[in-house]
């Protein structure tokens, strides 16, 4: 985007004046076991930042779905800054940042956005694609806070146990951690922007796995107490645009789940399990009793045939790790076109819960003569120059274009046991294939993320049968019950994708 010159505002919409009133947060000091704090702030009718002072960063990703959702918007944002009065506010793809397909990770994005847009403004905001932002709201608030200074805002989540996400952070006191629900937008000031650009060329992050990039973004900027922690403000919600209680709100979410139409029929998806012996009458078992009589094409894929799964040979040694000569061998087996023509491969773990109605809905937004590549999103080592990939665990799911381009590439294992989600990420990474984030697909349990995330998600799968009893989640988090699907997501909602 290009910057545009300075101006000032001398009088504001009457419209604007008549919304505003003052705003209040109450004192909130946490920091035993890792703080968040609130303001105790109140602002006068004509105390207002300009638009110019703020760019808005939209966490886009390139597959053309979403890139279309994101450009929807941006127009959203320019319609309102045109009743506004204000010029055209610098809005920024962050897929389009650049070149490097992990600027996702925030970080690896910080110094070409202190470059390139600090210098002349005073806010980072960055929105989620289906983030609805009130830009009149939006001024109001920021002008609560002193932008010469280091502000880290947000809306608070918290985590109510340790848990393994989070490499079991604050064990002692994990609910005084907060981070940022990113669906409700969230705001670094541009001095903590151009410190941390600096900072993190020289002291990257201690992990060099991305697995829950707000939480590991909220500690980063923490710094054990130095930086500062995330500032809850109660104006950034993610509740349902147009739902009760929202009058306050700068930002809202357009829709929990995305709608596309139709769902894609049960015959488009073909299901690969990875099994093995030892689990044929454990894990197996669960997997028939829950989500395996919705899938129209399945294989269980394991290390001997067993009639009494039945399973397939692929004459692959069992390894008690990594997998990756196995998943290779099914990609070879979906590409031959000897078993099925679907146009999507599922590739699941025996111990995946997963609700395939879910998935079929999902999977209509997407184009699957595109090389597409969907689920939960990692990265390794984003802030030197790494990659992003799909964990297994979550479900992995390709379509028939992007498998096939990865096998004639000569994309391979570099060892049979290699981990088979990090090897097709670097294939990707190689190819220039995006990988395509749905936040509907869990690595874990559900005890290990935030109640109100899983609450709105409508989740797609969860993984491990650890401490849980797999039956009882399914049923829980996945089956759908018989309240029309629209109903659940908030009276139809998700349809008004106009916004």
């Not at 993190?200 to 990039?213: G, M, R, W």
């Not at 454990?282 to 129209?296: H, I, N, Q």
């Not at 099914?330 to 679907?342: D, K, Q, Y």
Request: glycine fraction near 8%; charged fraction near 20%.
């Amino acid at each position: 985007m290009t910057k545009r010159g300075g101006w000032s505002v001398t009088l504001l919409p009457w419209f604007l004046l008549l919304s505003c009133v003052p705003l209040h947060s109450s004192t909130h000091d946490v920091t035993a076991g890792g703080p968040q704090r609130t303001v105790d702030t109140q602002v006068s009718v004509n105390q207002f930042i300009a638009l110019r002072e703020v760019v808005f960063v939209i966490q886009s990703q390139k597959n053309s779905y979403h890139t279309q959702r994101a450009e929807q918007r941006r127009a959203h944002l320019f319609h309102q800054a045109q009743s506004l009065k204000q010029g055209s506010p610098d809005v920024v793809f962050l897929h389009e940042l650049s070149e490097y397909g992990g600027n996702w990770g925030i970080l690896p994005a910080l110094p070409r956005l202190a470059e390139g847009y600090c210098r002349s403004s005073s806010w980072i905001f960055f929105l989620e694609e289906e983030t609805i932002v009130d830009l009149a709201r939006l001024l109001q608030v920021l002008s609560r806070f002193t932008s010469g200074r280091e502000w880290f805002l947000g809306k608070a989540l918290n985590d109510k146990v340790a848990t393994i996400i989070h490499h079991y952070a604050f064990s002692e006191e994990p609910t005084g951690f907060g981070y940022p629900d990113f669906a409700a937008g969230w705001a670094l000031s541009c001095p903590l922007v151009k410190r941390l650009a600096d900072y993190v060329k020289y002291e990257p992050p201690k992990s060099d796995f991305t697995i829950d990039l707000k939480h590991e973004i909220a500690l980063y900027i923490w710094e054990e107490g130095r930086g500062p922690a995330l500032t809850d403000v109660r104006e950034f919600c993610s509740k349902l645009h147009g739902s009760p209680n929202t009058n306050h709100c700068a930002s809202t979410v357009n829709t929990y789940f995305p709608s596309c139409g139709n769902p894609v029929e049960k015959e488009d998806i073909f299901v690969a399990v990875k099994t093995c012996q030892k689990f044929h009458q454990d894990r197996v078992p669960v997997v028939k009793k829950t989500w395996a009589k919705d899938a129209a094409l399945l294989e269980y894929y394991s290390d001997i045939a067993d009639s009494a799964v039945p399973t397939v040979d692929l004459r692959v040694p069992n390894t008690e790790r990594g997998h990756c000569a196995k998943t290779f061998a099914i990609l070879r087996r979906f590409a031959s076109g000897g078993v099925t023509r679907a146009p999507w491969l599922l590739l699941v773990d025996d111990d995946t819960l997963i609700s395939l109605t879910r998935l079929r809905r999902l999977l209509r937004c997407y184009n699957p003569t595109e090389a597409v590549c969907v689920g939960e999103r990692y990265g390794y080592g984003l802030s030197q120059g790494g990659y992003s990939y799909i964990t297994g665990g979550g479900g992995m799911v390709f379509s028939r274009e992007a498998v096939l381009r990865i096998l004639f590439s000569g994309c391979g294992c570099y060892s049979p046991d290699a981990p088979d989600d990090m090897v097709l990420g670097m294939c990707l990474n190689t190819l220039g294939i995006p990988v395509t984030h749905s936040p509907h697909f869990h690595q874990a349990r559900p005890d290990d993320y935030p109640k109100e995330l899983l609450v709105r998600q409508r989740p797609i799968s969860f993984h491990k049968h650890w401490n849980i009893n797999p039956v009882a989640v399914y049923q829980q988090w996945l089956m759908d019950t018989e309240e029309p699907f629209q109903r659940l997501l908030g009276r139809g909602r998700e349809n008004k994708q106009e916004l």
